[in-house]
């Protein structure tokens, strides 16, 4: 089994001591997908200075130096991974980034030749903002070629064109929730990639305030059974000494079995 950790909102508004206080101790067992914002606007996070919140000023990541450099070692030296977690991340009247926004396929184009040029690496994992996604904002993923990581039930029949693998992927999801006796008021994550004509789908399982360590094991020993993988999803701006402690049992409890292996994110999709 592969187990992935993904950890969203690294922007101008990060600072390497930020992630290093997490992470110092794990991404040297198993590397960390960080979703990166390439032109971050602000809205209302914790992570963000208040002042920021409702500015509507754009700050490119090139604009926090230290970070980038930082950024660019963990690169090098195999701790992270880069993916494209929308272009600004900014909140719209009428909806999040990759739901409102007019222009999903420019902003996509945009934001990830932006970080490949500035980080030298390559991209091909999409992160949606806020975990959302309207139909017109999964066809540009899709158009791009890039693979969504998302914290939701990956199959979603009413957010996609009809296409010959629709149905097999419906029915794949549909025997693990029997298997695994979950009814359909339960929450369920497929622990497999779903694959779709020009890109594909992973679910994550949230690591937030309130999750305990036993119910994601729990997850992940469903996961094993049904010979699939399992990604460990947050935020770096959101993990206190409770949360990591959590993590810390959950990687642990991976680290006992014989057949996982900690990978970075594209591996999920290889």
């Known amino acids: 089994m592969k187990v992935v950790i993904r950890d969203d909102d690294t922007s ?18 198993a590397p960390v997908c960080l979703a990166v914002v390439p032109f971050a606007i602000g809205y209302e996070q914790r992570g963000i200075p208040r002042e920021h919140w409702h500015s509507g ?16 070692e963990l690169i090098r030296s195999g701790r992270a991974s880069i993916a494209l977690h929308g272009c600004t991340h900014q909140d719209f009247p009428n909806g999040y ?18 970080l490949e040029s500035l980080l030298g690496c390559r991209i091909s994992v999409f992160v949606p903002p806020h975990n959302a996604l309207s139909r017109r904002g999964l066809a540009a993923v899709s158009a791009a070629g890039l693979n969504v990581l998302g914290s939701f039930l990956s199959f979603r029949p009413s ?22 006796r979950r009814s359909r008021r339960d929450a369920l994550v497929y622990p497999r990639v779903l694959r779709y004509a020009t890109h594909a789908e992973f679910g994550c399982h949230s690591l937030v305030p309130g999750t305990t360590a036993d119910a994601l094991i729990r997850e992940m020993t469903d996961a094993e059974r049904a010979g699939g993988d399992f990604c460990l999803a947050t935020h770096y701006w959101e993990i206190d000494a409770p949360l990591k402690n959590v ?23 290889a």
Do not use: K
């Open 159 to 180: 957010m996609r064109p009809w296409e010959p693998r629709t149905l097999a992927n419906w029915w794949a999801v549909q025997r693990y929730r029997r298997a695994t």
């Open 12 to 29: 101008y508004f990060t600072t390497p001591d930020a992630l290093t206080a997490i992470y110092t101790d794990v991404w040297d067992r």
């Open 247 to 269: 993590m810390r049992s959950v990687l642990d409890a991976a680290a006992r079995q014989p057949h996982v292996r900690f990978v970075a994110a594209e591996e999920l999709f």
């Open 97 to 114: 980034e990759f739901e409102a926004a007019l222009d999903p396929d420019e902003r996509i184009r945009r934001g990830r030749a932006y």
């Open 57 to 72: 000023e754009s700050f490119a990541l090139e604009r926090n130096p230290a970070l980038v450099t930082f950024l660019r």
